[in-house]
């Protein structure tokens, strides 16, 4: 197959630096559509990628799952987008379509393995792997492209494709509605948006921090109270309370203290913890007939469901924008927590 080279930013091992790289990208086939990125957003996922944390990374790694950019290029089958619009590519770019996943629009569980958007075997090239946004341009398969809402911001819409996702699509399947009282556990990248989008499907939305400190902002984020888990007095005061939490903290950590908040037959929800968990007791669980569940960022539709309500409702993230040539300090200050609350990169920085 005709590939073309487009400039990119990668890591050639665990121990590098992020550098200017030289990749390849496919020829644009009857069913793609090739994008010309304009920006990307910096996800921690990333960086267990580029660090490899997760003990899978296959170099040279480029990053990048959060893709925002304009259509350049469409294949002779392409009917849903035309050269100049605005779209996006989030986690995935390819799935079998056939399995009972695929088939209930949850590619990212594809039963014959998902294929992600940097890091996994490329059907298209053999022996290749895909390449993430870090780039200039990628070429991706229409069924996996996304309509982004004109009357948002580009930049800030970008992590919305992953942080966006991770945190709707809980909201969405556990049926969060007007009125519940929703816990949102971590005020982070996922943490932001789960308090942006709680609110806005009209729950009463409270902030669980162990930082006093970030009260002020989760308020002007939409959170309705603050609830500081290290204050036992205020935690025993919710005790037996919240319909719904959601759980973002990103490291193994005690879960009895948050599972004592829930209402019977309620549930917290786990998308930030990819790591062991200290454990629980199981009276915890039974004494309240309370579930704990995962969930992992979200099918096609369900982000495509999840980009229309934020542009119905004006939402897209708090973003820091940065030059590509600043990555490597940018992934320095996410392990500091030192960002509010998504980097994002300037793609025109590339060029």
Request: aromatic residues 6%; charged residues 25%.
């Amino acid at each position: 197959m005709n590939t073309t080279i487009v400039k990119a930013y990668g890591a050639t091992a665990s121990t590098e630096d992020l550098k200017p790289l030289d990749i390849e990208r496919r020829a644009v086939g009857a069913d793609d559509v090739k994008i010309d990125i304009t920006f990307c957003g910096v996800c921690h996922s990333d960086i267990h990628t580029v660090k490899n944390d997760w003990k899978g990374s296959t170099y040279p790694v480029v990053p990048g799952h959060e893709i925002i950019g304009r259509v350049s290029e469409i294949g002779s089958g392409v009917s849903n987008y035309k050269v100049g619009d605005l779209v996006g590519v989030g986690c995935l770019v390819d799935s079998c379509q056939t399995c009972s996943s695929c088939e209930q629009d949850l590619e990212q569980f594809c039963e014959n393995g998902a294929t992600f958007t940097y890091n996994s075997p490329d059907k298209h090239l053999e022996g290749k792997q895909t390449f993430g946004g870090y780039s200039n341009a990628v070429v991706v398969d229409e069924k996996f492209v996304l309509r982004i809402p004109e009357n948002l911001d580009e930049a800030a819409t970008a992590p919305l494709l992953c942080a966006g996702v991770t945190t709707w699509s809980p909201l969405s399947h556990w049926n969060v509605k007007k009125g519940d009282k929703v816990g949102i556990i971590g005020l982070g990248g996922l943490g932001h948006m789960g308090v942006k989008f709680a609110s806005a499907l009209g729950a009463h939305v409270v902030m669980i921090t162990t930082s006093p400190e970030k009260g002020k902002d989760a308020t002007r984020l939409g959170a309705h109270e603050v609830l500081v888990s290290k204050d036992a007095e205020d935690m025993k005061k919710h005790q037996g309370s919240f319909d719904f939490i959601l759980n973002t903290i990103p490291v193994g950590h005690e879960m009895d203290p948050y599972l004592g908040l829930l209402k019977i037959d309620a549930t917290m929800v786990l998308v930030g913890a990819v790591e062991p968990l200290k454990p629980f007791h199981g009276g915890s669980l039974i004494g309240g007939r309370k579930r704990v569940a995962g969930s992992l960022i979200g099918g096609i539709k369900e982000t495509q469901e999840m980009l229309d309500f934020c542009g119905k409702h004006n939402i897209t993230s708090d973003i820091e924008l940065i030059d590509i040539q600043n990555i490597n300090d940018a992934y320095e200050r996410v392990i500091k927590n030192d960002v509010k609350y998504r980097f994002v990169i300037d793609m025109k920085s590339l060029k």
